[in-house]
T-cell receptor, first 113, second 113 residues
Framework: AQSVTQLGSHVSVSEGALVLLRCNYSSSVPPYLFWYVQYPNQGLQLLLK??????LVKGINGFEAEFKKSETSFHLTKPSAHMSDAAEYFC???????????FGKGTRLHILP | DVKVTQSSRYLVKRTGEKVFLECVQDMDHENMFWYRQDPGLGLRLIYF???????EKGDIPEGYSVSREKKERFSLILESASTNQTSMYLCASSQMTGRNEQYFGPGTRLTVT
């Protein structure tokens, strides 16, 4: 069965510091992987997705993620945090024959001034 | 741009009331989904629909039903609202197959008193 694990329900970084949000997946078949962001009192918005093309995926707002099959990971990074990045981030996995997406429990990112 | 709209942002209902949450998408997507989101539990799938009049139970269907009479509209029904159904409800839509991301509405925060 597919699953997604996000390490850390809360992560705090200083403004200007590196953002690293961790995501590991389990899947018996090649996965499709997604990162979503949710700002307060809003729905989820797609940041980026991996669909078996380039392993390094660039998304919106300066975020990127790297698919590492050997580590079954899809960590999200941003070189320099901004106050506007404070939000909740969800990693998710799916695969070709399934219309459903499995979401992780989310990581709330706090930006310290 | 894909747009998913939900009928209410905030809703307050009494225990035992029948509650209708409406969702409309404007991109001719085949799939539509209802989730509930609770702190620490992430997103949990209630029901999804892959075609008009077709539906499939998700992880937590108890106490809920759905209706999809038209392709663009997917309704979630709480037959007899209970306090443990107080939550954020998110609707999403997508094209078929797992490589396609889901597009989310802004959410409905339902409080049952």
């Amino acid at each position: 069965a597919q699953s997604v694990t996000q390490l850390g329900s809360h992560v705090s970084v200083s403004e200007g510091a590196l953002v690293l949000l961790r995501c590991n997946y389990s899947s018996s078949v090649p996965p499709y992987l997604f990162w979503y962001v949710q700002y307060p009192n809003q729905g989820l918005q797609l940041l980026l997705k991996y669909t078996s093309a380039a392993t390094l995926v660039k998304g919106i707002n300066g975020f990127e993620a790297e698919f590492k099959k050997s580590e079954t990971s899809f960590h999200l990074t941003k070189p320099s945090a901004h106050m506007s990045d404070a939000a909740e981030y969800f990693c998710a996995v799916s695969y070709y024959r399934d219309d459903k997406i499995i979401f992780g429990k989310g990581t709330r990112l706090h930006i310290l001034p | 741009d894909v747009k998913v709209t939900q009928s209410s942002r905030y809703l307050v209902k009494r225990t035992g009331e029948k509650v209708f949450l409406e969702c409309v998408q404007d991109m001719d997507h085949e799939n539509m989904f209802w989730y509930r989101q609770d702190p620490g539990l992430g997103l949990r799938l209630i029901y999804f629909s892959y075609d008009v009049k077709m539906k499939e139970k998700g992880d937590i269907p108890e106490g809920y039903s759905v209706s999809r009479e038209k392709k663009e509209r997917f309704s979630l029904i709480l037959e007899s609202a209970s306090t443990n159904q107080t939550s954020m409800y998110l609707c999403a839509s997508s094209q078929m197959t797992g490589r396609n991301e889901q597009y989310f509405g802004p959410g409905t925060r339902l409080t049952v008193t």
